[in-house]
């Protein structure tokens, strides 16, 4: 033997085996084979609910509101961590949490909200009403409805419901000088709130109109969705008809199905806290699996 070879290093046994042996048990070779096997089972799996837990999770689009580039039925997965290192950029794709109802379940006895008329039932968001609301816009998140509630300290503040078999109805709710939640002003709630997948138009400090179909920011044209025409005239579309400023710390954000979206348009913003990250891998359908979004060269569309 050449006294140069080196000697094969001994694979050395699992974990959980040489642990045992320390403790003076001895097992079969086929046992601790066996026991190797479940190490690396409990391995990979615990490797892949940390990375759908904390660097990725996968979703399945159900609607048509960002057709042709994300189709219903289409699965990807989403990066959720690339957000906490840059500032998402105006022309891609997002996720985030966008709420869907907000429905009153208690009003506390001789609070502002019981003193104002606001009863258990009522609608405060719900995606339908797109008028309904606080202080005459609509609620996209609960930390817009608080911001709202802690910016009317000492004032009063229109809670626009809709009251099941009645319709619509506003309150005026005075709101106490010390206030910053729902709850400080006796209202008890239940929420539902569900991923969305949109194109981010408009970042905070930046102002967004769209104009003969046409998405202009700050007065110039938007590249990456020049080429697409975008509807105005849909009843309870409020935001970018006329020039509007997005507010620091949120997105403006629009469907690429343009004719038919439920998006910014209709209810404004998305706070930066409820964004999820970037779809970045599509798995299915099979003929356009592969990388999206411009993740790995990949077309934004």
């Not at 096997?37 to 999770?57: C, D, M, P, S």
């Not at 339908?128 to 998140?141: D, F």
């Not at 590249?223 to 005239?233: E, I, K, N």
């Not at 970045?280 to 990388?291: A, H, N, Q, Y």
């Amino acid at each position: 033997m050449s006294p140069w070879r080196r000697k094969k290093k001994e694979k050395k046994p699992p974990l959980v085996v040489r642990l045992l042996r320390r403790r003076g048990i001895h097992l079969s070779p086929r046992a601790e084979w066996a026991l190797g096997w479940a190490e690396t089972i409990v391995e990979v799996g615990l490797i892949f609910w940390l990375t759908i837990t904390f660097v990725t999770v996968r979703m399945t689009v159900p609607t048509a509101s960002m057709n042709p580039t994300i189709a219903p039925g289409d699965s990807f997965f989403v990066d959720i961590l690339t957000y906490h290192f840059r500032k998402p950029a105006p022309g891609r794709v997002v996720v985030f949490w966008q709420l869907e109802e907000l429905q009153v379940t208690g009003v506390g006895p001789g609070s502002p909200a019981e003193r104002a008329g606001l009863r258990p039932g009522d609608w405060i968001t719900h995606t339908q009403y797109p008028m309904i609301g606080i202080g005459g816009e609509p609620v996209p998140s609960v930390r817009t409805a608080n911001r709202r509630v802690e910016a009317a300290q000492g004032r009063d503040l229109t809670v626009t419901v809709l009251r099941e078999g009645i319709g619509i109805q506003a309150f005026t709710v005075s709101v106490p000088a010390t206030a910053k939640t729902l709850g400080d002003l006796g209202i008890k709630y239940r929420t539902r709130k569900e991923r969305y997948v949109k194109r981010l138009i408009a970042v905070g400090g930046q102002t967004v109109q769209i104009v003969g179909g046409k998405v202009l920011i700050d007065g110039t044209p938007l590249a990456p969705v020049a080429g697409r025409t975008y509807w105005t005239q849909g009843p309870g579309m409020q935001y970018g008809i006329a020039p509007t400023l997005v507010p620091p710390g949120h997105y403006f954000v629009l469907g690429d199905n343009t004719m038919n979206s439920y998006d910014s348009r209709y209810w404004g913003f998305v706070p930066e806290e409820e964004l999820i990250g970037a779809p970045f891998f599509r798995v299915w359908p099979l003929p356009r699996f592969g990388p999206m979004n411009g993740y790995w060269w990949s077309s934004l569309f």
